[in-house]
């Protein structure tokens, strides 16, 4: 889910500060919350909703005459400069090769909350300002459901061919003629091994989620995730049960096991990933969450890591989109295609260190920072894919019934 780096300068000393700190990997890492009730901004159905013929509208594009592009993107989901922290080394070169103007702006934290914002302007036909947006599967494909994104013209991205075997064709959009991965990624559990031991627990008892929701040492000192699919998923796989094939009965039995934890204190409560503070600081000792944010703060304290669940992990892709009359098309995919050429590619990943979707990417990370090569959280391998799963597609109706159950428990 997308996603999902906070932005570490707004922790004093947390802010990795070269690609060389990437050469020393350690074990996978996740991070969690430590503020209970994040709230969503706006229901997760689409009841009500207008809805577009797929496909989606698109204004008369200023691409030409206005070389500027406007990207709005998960916080802390890009490279920055060593010494300067408001400049994006990718996003310069971009600027500098094609003579666009990038308006690239940090205002996602959560699928929900973000659409939200958007829906009304998509509602009545009004364009967002935005010309990229960066939905989590699942979002996404509500997007393309509606009608509200419009289909991407491949031959301004010609390094779509780029895009790995594995993600060509998704549920949500087959062809891939609305969407593109900006990254992938894993949910899992975060640990900050000093806090856990601090509480008479021994780290390496935190192996699977009912670990997470029931040893009593950790009790108010846990946080899940707002998505859905990430915490219903694994607690789904807690209860051996496959988050990609279950029944209405299986679901709301994860939701009473979640409640659970929630009504005895267990769960202190749901975040975006605005979680990473606390995993820092040690206000929270375990919780569920995303691959990427955990890998840049074990950089920087290696008693914060990623724990993949004996039962397994959930795996995401969060993509980009062109959301209705965006009145600068070409140039979002312009941009784009920078960012699926296998160098540029590999420094992203460099940064971010979430699943690289480009081919080719995997070779030019030898000459940025050769101990990544062998990542398995940026390039996985066949026994890091054996332990991930992905949720079921839901249809409209499914979709809002589960969401108003989830809600209920998270408290919005």
């Known amino acids: ?150 289909e991407l013209d491949k031959a301004n991205i010609p390094n779509a061919v780029n895009l790995e075997a594995n993600l060509q064709s998704v549920g949500f959009d087959p062809d891939r003629k609305f969407s593109l991965p900006w990254q992938s990624g894993f949910t899992g559990i975060g640990v900050n091994k000093k806090a856990v031991q601090d509480l008479g627990v021994d780290p390496d008892s935190i192996k699977t989620i009912d670990a997470l929701l029931t040893t009593p040492a950790l009790k108010g000192k846990v946080t899940a995730l707002t998505e859905m699919r990430d915490t219903v998923g694994l607690t789904l796989l807690s209860m051996g049960i496959d988050p990609n094939n279950f029944t209405d009965d299986d679901f709301s039995a994860a939701i009473d096991k979640l409640q659970g934890a929630v009504d005895s204190g267990q769960i202190r409560g749901f975040t975006g990933n605005d979680y990473v503070q606390g995993l820092e600081t040690g206000d929270l000792a375990a919780c569920i969450a995303w691959s990427g944010d955990v890998i840049q703060l074990n950089f920087e304290n290696e008693d914060i890591v990623l724990v993949t669940p004996e039962q397994g992990q959930m795996l995401w892709s969060d993509n980009m989109m062109v959301p209705n009359l965006a009145q600068h098309k070409k140039n979002a995919e312009l941009v784009m295609n920078h960012y699926y050429d296998p160098k540029v590619a590999a420094q992203l990943a460099a940064w971010v260190n979430y699943i690289c979707p480009v081919k080719g990417a995997r070779e030019e990370m030898e000459a940025i920072d050769p101990s990544l090569v062998s990542n398995s959280l940026i390039f996985p391998d066949q026994a890091t894919l054996d332990l991930s799963n992905v949720f079921m597609a839901l249809d409209e109706e499914t979709e809002r019934k589960y969401n108003e159950q989830f809600q209920a428990l998270i408290g919005n």
């Open 1 to 150: 889910m997308s996603h999902r780096n906070f932005d570490l300068s707004a922790i004093p000393g947390t802010r990795p500060t070269g690609l060389s700190r990437r050469g020393v990997l350690q074990a996978l890492g996740l991070g969690g919350a430590a503020f209970a009730g994040s709230s969503l901004l706006a229901a997760c159905g689409t009841e009500g909703t207008s809805s577009q013929e797929p496909g989606g509208v698109a204004a008369e594009d200023k691409s030409d005459t206005d070389k500027s592009v406007n990207f709005s993107n998960w916080i802390g989901y890009i490279d920055v400069d060593d010494e300067d922290e408001t400049l994006r080394p990718t996003l310069k070169e971009f600027e500098d090769k094609s003579g666009i103007t990038v308006n690239y702006t940090e205002d996602i934290n959560d699928n929900d909350e973000f659409f939200g914002q958007i829906r009304p302007q998509l509602e009545a036909n009004q364009d967002t300002g935005r010309d990229i947006i960066v939905f989590t599967d699942w979002m996404a494909g509500r997007m393309i459901r509606l009608g509200w994104v419009q």
